[in-house]
Each structure stands twice: as structure tokens, then as C-alpha cells.
């Protein structure tokens, strides 16, 4: 029987799970609702890479994504004056180097967009086969109100007043996910968020000369880290980091935006470098970002017929660069189970959280206890942490070795059933 499935969330990993559920069944109804009026494309620079990229190539999608890559060459470390102090290169997919910079990068807003217009071309492109069966439906400006279970099914109320009953609800809807709350209850919902201690501010400012293919980062007294990265394009992305003034942004996200510029320009007020370019840039970007720095441990990824994906339920913290590839494992995951399963939701569920489960403990494994050491308080900290970037830049290049070929990894299963490119 297709199913009529509801996914919270047009970000990274709704539409792409939408693109393998109606290419494995063209019959089923898919209604994604995003809260925003439009797509939201803010955001800086995500990796792809590892079982991301392998599952983009079965999607028939990676030759796209990879002409939006950005052309970012390394990581340089700059001292008050601006001078090179270390140099790193780039990390080739698949492999663990010690860098900043992955092979393939892009910026999230293409990653966005690319899924989506990719589900509606989809979408028409299946109009016939389906004979006015199954559809995609996005609607914007919308989001769930509440949600009841019972056994064969889900009953919505969307905050237009529309209620409906669907046969599995999927949470896509981001690390700050309501519809978690509202399934798991609020207690389970908070417990989910592990701060890593960290305040982040991600926008983009008018790119200046000098700012080539090298992304750069400056560390100041105080905890404060900022990254620049312009890759190529006309804007420059500035990403300020910071484990200071903690209990003050920590209440500061819930404000409109205008009060979160202005907690971020007080916390970095005389950093220092280029700052107060970067700074004054930031009173009048468009599309500022920020939140505190943590990851999502749910127990378990469903609750009956409503599911988790993406950062709603294993947000592994832009730290591991593997948020896009969580989501994209989970949504290849979800729709194979479905498909394998066909469409036994229950059955499919509890696939999806065996199957997912290890590569994702896997990515969020981060060593959070030496995260406090790139953020030194005093000019000496600075000191010691810019010798050891220096000799660590010297030293990974002819040590490194790469890993074998048979100790990649999480290997992706095959799915016959989804109808993808081998
Ligand atoms: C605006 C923005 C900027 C980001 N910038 C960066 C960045 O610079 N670097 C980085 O590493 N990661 C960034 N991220 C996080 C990154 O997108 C995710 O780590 C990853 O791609 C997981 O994608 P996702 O689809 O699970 O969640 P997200 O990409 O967060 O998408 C969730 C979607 O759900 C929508 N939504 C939220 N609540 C509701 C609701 N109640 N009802 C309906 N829709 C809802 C959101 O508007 C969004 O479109 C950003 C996320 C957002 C939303």
C-alpha cells in the first residue's frame, strides 16, 4: 500500500528523503511543510564526503553538487598583524586529515536548493507513470500545531487550522525540532541537547582584496575564535566561535536577530586582526546565524509513526563536518527500509534504527574534552596554540599515512528496491 507520509522541514534532509521515497514508490503522497516563507538557503560551507558522496552518486546528484563546489585551497593561521603562521591543505574525501577544508565543500543554501528543485523535477517527471496517484507536495509558511498517535496512523493539526491524518511523520525540521518535542515530550527533547560549550555566528560580508582561495583563522584572548573563507566567491563568510561570555548568548537566541548581532559584536569588541571590519559587516548582512554549539543524542529515533532524521535527531555539530552526511545516510536508510519492508512502517523503523544507528554513533564521537584547548584565554594559551598549529602543519604532511581500503567505514547497503543507480 503507498503511504501518505508527512515530512516537518525543506532544509537538507526532507527533500532528499522525498526524492527516494517517491522514486521507490511514485504512488505514495509526500507533503513536506517548511516553517519559512521560502527555502532557507543561509548558511556557510558543508562537506561532503564519505558515504554522503556515495549516496549523491546513487541519487544521481553528485556531478551537480560538484559544480557548486567551492574553491577553497587550505587553512592558514594569522597572528594581530595578519602574518601566515601555519599552512594546511586540503583533506581528499574519505581520508581523516587534519584540516579544515574537505575535497568537496558547498555552500549549504546550493545543497538546499539543489535537493529540491531536484524532488520537483522528479515529481513531474513521474506525473504519467503514477496516474494522478502519488504526488510531492511543498507548502510554505506552515507548520504542525500538534500531533496524536494511534495505531494506523498519525493525526495532524498544521498552524492553519487544517488537521489530517498521515501514515508516518517524519521530524526534518533541524537541531531546535518541535516536532521532537511534541512526539517525545519535553523532557526527552531537552535531555537530547549535548552543549559542546560553544557560541557560533555564521554571515556574510563583501569580499575585500586579498581574500583568495585560503580560509582564514585568527585566534583572540578571551576564547575567541573567528574563521574567514571566501573559496572563490564574490562574499566572504566570517564565523565567529566562541566558548566566552557563554551565559549571556546562551539566552540570547530566543531575541530577534538584531539583539543576537548585537551580543556577538559585544562578545568580540576588540578582538583584534580584522575584526571590526568583520563586525561592522555583520550589523547589515542579510543572512546571520547563529546558535550555541551542541549535538542531538536521541535513545531512540522513532516514537511509533513519527520518526527522526537529519540534525532533528543526530545533529553531530558542525565540528565533524558530517552533518550532511548523517542526514543523507538516514534519508537513504528511512526510504530503503520502507521500500524493503514495502512500506510496513513499523518493521521499516525499526531497520532504520538498526541500520543507522552505528555509522551515526560512529560521526558524533567527537573527543569534546580537547575542544577547550583552541580556545585559550590568555595571550600565552594563544602562544602555545599557535606553536603546536605549527609544528602539527609541519609534521601530519609527512606522517600521515592513508587509511586502507578495507577499513573505510560504514559501508552503504544496497537497497534494490529504491530504483537508484548502482
Ligand atoms: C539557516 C541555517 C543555517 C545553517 N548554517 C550552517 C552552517 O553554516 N554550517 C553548518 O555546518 N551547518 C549549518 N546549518 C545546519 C545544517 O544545515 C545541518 O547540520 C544539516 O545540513 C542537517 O540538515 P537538516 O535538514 O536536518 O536540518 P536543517 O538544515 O536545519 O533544516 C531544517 C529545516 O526545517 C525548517 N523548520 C524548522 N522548524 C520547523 C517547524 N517547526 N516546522 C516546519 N519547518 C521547520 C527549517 O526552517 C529548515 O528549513 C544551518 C542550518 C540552518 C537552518
Redesign the pocket.
Known amino acids: 500500500m503507498p503511504l501518505n507520509i508527512l515530512i516537518?522541514?525543506?532544509?537538507?534532509?526532507?527533500?532528499?528523503l522525498a526524492i527516494l521515497l517517491q522514486k521507490a514508490d511514485p504512488n505514495s503522497k509526500i507533503t513536506i511543510?517548511?516553517?519559512?516563507s521560502s527555502?532557507?538557503?543561509?548558511?556557510?560551507?558543508?562537506?561532503l564526503k564519505t558515504q554522503g558522496v556515495e549516496i549523491l552518486q546513487k541519487m544521481g546528484l553528485m556531478d551537480t553538487m560538484k559544480s557548486h563546489c567551492v574553491n577553497e585551497t587550505g587553512l592558514e593561521i594569522l597572528d594581530t598583524s595578519g602574518k601566515q603562521l601555519a599552512l594546511f591543505g586540503i583533506n581528499p574525501s574519505g581520508e581523516k586529515r587534519l584540516t579544515l577544508t574537505s575535497e568537496c565543500e558547498i555552500m549549504?543554501g546550493d545543497?538546499?536548493e539543489i535537493l529540491y528543485e531536484a524532488s520537483l523535477k522528479q515529481n513531474a517527471a513521474l506525473k504519467e507513470e503514477r496516474a494522478g496517484k502519488g504526488e510531492l507536495v511543498y507548502e510554505f509558511n506552515?507548520?504542525?500545531t500538534d500531533l496524536t498517535q494511534h495505531d494506523d496512523g498519525v493525526d495532524v493539526t498544521f498552524?492553519d487550522g487544517q488537521k489530517k491524518q498521515f501514515d508516518l511523520v517524519v521530524a526534518?525540521?533541524?537541531?531546535?525540532?518541535?516536532?521532537r518535542r511534541m512526539a517525545f515530550g519535553q523532557e526527552a527533547n531537552d535531555a537530547a541537547f549535548k552543549s559542546l560549550g560553544v557560541h557560533a555566528a555564521?554571515y556574510s560580508i563583501p569580499r575585500i582584496q586579498g581574500e583568495g582561495g585560503l580560509a582564514k583563522a585568527y585566534s583572540a584572548p578571551g576564547r575567541r575564535l573567528v574563521i574567514t573563507r571566501t573559496s572563490g566567491r564574490p562574499m566572504t563568510?566570517v564565523?565567529l566561535f566562541t566558548m566566552g561570555d557563554r551565559e549571556k548568548l546562551r539566552k540570547v537566541y530566543k531575541e530577534p536577530v538584531e539583539k543576537q548581532k548585537e551580543a556577538f559584536a559585544e562578545a568580540y569588541r576588540g578582538a583584534g586582526w580584522e575584526t571590526e571590519r568583520l563586525l561592522s559587516g555583520m550589523a547589515t548582512c542579510t543572512?546571520f546565524?547563529a546558535?550555541e554549539v551542541g549535538q542531538i543524542r536521541m535513545d531512540q529515533l522513532y516514537k511509533g509513526r513519527v520518526v527522526l532524521?537529519?540534525?532533528?535527531?543526530y545533529?553531530?555539530?558542525?565540528f565533524t563536518?558530517m552533518?550532511?552526511t548523517?542526514?543523507l545516510i538516514g534519508a537513504y536508510v528511512l526510504a530503503g527500509e520502507l521500500a524493503r519492508h514495502g512500506n510496513d512502517v513499523s518493521r521499516a523503523l525499526k531497520g532504520y534504527e538498526e541500520i543507522a544507528r552505528p555509522p551515526i554513533n560512529d560521526y558524533q564521537d567527537l573527543q569534546t574534552k580537547f575542544l577547550g584547548n583552541f580556545f585559550p584565554s590568555s595571550q600565552l594559551g594563544i602562544w602555545v596554540l599557535r606553536k603546536l598549529l605549527w609544528v602539527v602543519s609541519k609534521v601530519e604532511p609527512i606522517t600521515y599515512r592513508p587509511r586502507a581500503e578495507e577499513n573505510q567505514g560504514w559501508k552503504v547497503p544496497e537497497y534494490p528496491e529504491l530504483k537508484l543507480q548502482s
Open positions: 516537518v522541514g525543506a532544509g537538507i534532509a526532507g527533500p532528499a511543510v517548511e516553517r519559512y527555502l532557507r538557503t543561509a548558511g556557510q560551507q558543508i562537506d549549504r545543497a538546499v506552515k507548520t504542525i498552524s526534518a525540521d533541524g537541531q531546535g525540532s518541535r516536532t555564521y563568510q564565523l543572512d546565524y546558535h532524521l537529519g540534525d532533528a535527531a545533529c553531530p555539530s558542525p563536518g552533518g550532511i548523517c542526514c
